[in-house]
């Protein structure tokens, strides 16, 4: 199953564009980044795949200081992998 990440730096950004892509009608969650993202301790906000284009318009037009990128992430058999879209 593929998804696409917004990792942040920050917990109140991430929190403030959950509820924006919410807001927008764009299906979200918010998850804790997984270590393989090497950015620490921060939230993520996980985008069903179809939803990306939306998220990513809405995301940019933000301006969130804290914004690190997006990735796209499998998972499968227990493994998360990773990979830098931009």
Same mark, same amino acid.
């Given at each position: 199953m593929t998804d696409i990440l917004?990792?942040?730096?920050?917990r109140?950004?991430? +929190?403030d564009c959950n509820?924006?892509?919410?807001?927008? *009608?764009?299906?979200c969650a918010m998850i804790n980044t997984?270590?393989?993202?090497?950015?620490?301790? *921060?939230?993520? @906000?996980? @985008?069903?795949q179809q939803n990306a284009n939306r +998220?990513?318009?809405i995301i940019k037009n933000?301006?969130?200081?804290?914004?690190?990128g997006f990735y796209s992430m499998n998972? *499968?058999? *227990?493994r998360v992998v990773l990979k830098r879209l931009n």
């Amino acid at each position: 199953m593929t998804d696409i990440l917004a990792v942040f730096r920050s917990r109140a950004q991430a +929190a403030d564009c959950n509820s924006r892509l919410k807001a927008a *009608g764009v299906g979200c969650a918010m998850i804790n980044t997984p270590k393989e993202a090497g950015v620490g301790c *921060g939230l993520s @906000i996980k @985008i069903p795949q179809q939803n990306a284009n939306r +998220a990513a318009f809405i995301i940019k037009n933000a301006r969130y200081s804290a914004f690190y990128g997006f990735y796209s992430m499998n998972t *499968g058999y *227990g493994r998360v992998v990773l990979k830098r879209l931009n």
